[in-house]
């Protein structure tokens, strides 16, 4: 049986090839600052406080009941966002993100605000491990911004090797937001269908 928390993102038929040289100069920013590790990981550190604050303030079932309209809808607004900064899309929406990505989640339990805070220790180890597979991420992510910038074309592995990163990513994320008891496996697939990929995205001009 599947996770109860999925992800997936169609792959774009074409990229624009000025959206890709601006998050190349956001990543280059955020790199020289050196606040890149605290946009793309502090999440990880934030979202069990919050979930935590919340649980407090709603009591769990409450906060489970309303996981779609709230902590859910934000997670998708947040891996929406990374999946554009991965180069996973070439698009992002203000209104609805499941326009641009798929995130499913089948909230349920009953989180204490203890089982909450706990999270941040339970979620080292996939902290650790995504760590090291993020150094094949981003040689991987440099390969395709530059495949698309002077070929045209993206990779197909390349896409889903991103795409598998990012699915690990939100599971982990989903859980450590107190919304499936479940613990995420260390996988790149969920088991559910992934959107079928078209032909590898070609850059326009």
């Given at each position: 049986?599947?996770?109860?928390?999925?992800?997936?993102?169609?792959?774009?038929?074409?990229?624009?090839?000025?959206?890709?040289?601006?998050?190349?100069?956001?990543?280059?920013?955020?790199?020289?600052?050196?606040?890149?590790?605290?946009?793309?990981?502090?999440?990880?550190?934030?979202?069990?406080?919050?979930?935590?604050?919340?649980?407090?303030?709603?009591?769990?079932?409450?906060?489970?009941?309303?996981?779609?309209?709230?902590?859910?809808?934000?997670?998708?607004?947040?891996v929406m966002f990374y999946a554009y900064m991965a180069l996973a899309t070439d698009k992002m929406?203000?209104?609805?993100?499941?326009?641009?990505?798929?995130?499913?989640?089948?909230?349920?339990?009953?989180?204490?605000?203890?089982?909450?805070?706990?999270?941040?220790?339970?979620?080292?180890?996939?902290?650790?491990?995504?760590?090291?597979?993020?150094?094949?991420?981003?040689?991987?992510?440099?390969?395709?911004?530059?495949?698309?910038?002077?070929?045209?074309?993206?990779?197909?592995?390349?896409?889903?090797?991103?795409?598998?990163?990012?699915?690990?990513?939100?599971?982990?994320?989903?859980?450590?937001?107190?919304?499936?008891?479940?613990?995420?496996?260390?996988?790149?697939?969920?088991?559910?269908?992934?959107?079928?990929?078209s032909a590898p995205p070609a850059a326009s001009s």
């Open positions: 049986m599947a996770y109860p928390a999925t992800f997936d993102v169609p792959a774009p038929t074409q990229f624009d090839k000025a959206q890709v040289a601006l998050r190349i100069a956001i990543i280059f920013v955020l790199s020289i600052l050196q606040v890149g590790g605290i946009v793309f990981g502090g999440a990880y550190l934030v979202l069990p406080i919050v979930a935590a604050v919340m649980i407090a303030q709603k009591g769990s079932e409450q906060y489970i009941a309303e996981a779609e309209s709230g902590p859910t809808r934000w997670l998708r607004f947040l929406s203000t209104d609805d993100p499941n326009q641009v990505v798929k995130l499913d989640v089948r909230a349920s339990g009953k989180p204490t605000v203890g089982q909450a805070l706990l999270r941040i220790i339970l979620g080292i180890p996939h902290a650790i491990v995504l760590s090291l597979i993020g150094i094949a991420f981003a040689i991987v992510w440099v390969i395709s911004a530059v495949s698309i910038l002077i070929n045209g074309n993206y990779p197909e592995w390349a896409f889903g090797f991103i795409r598998g990163y990012l699915r690990w990513n939100a599971r982990v994320l989903a859980y450590m937001a107190s919304l499936v008891d479940e613990y995420p496996p260390f996988s790149f697939d969920d088991g559910e269908r992934t959107v079928p990929a």
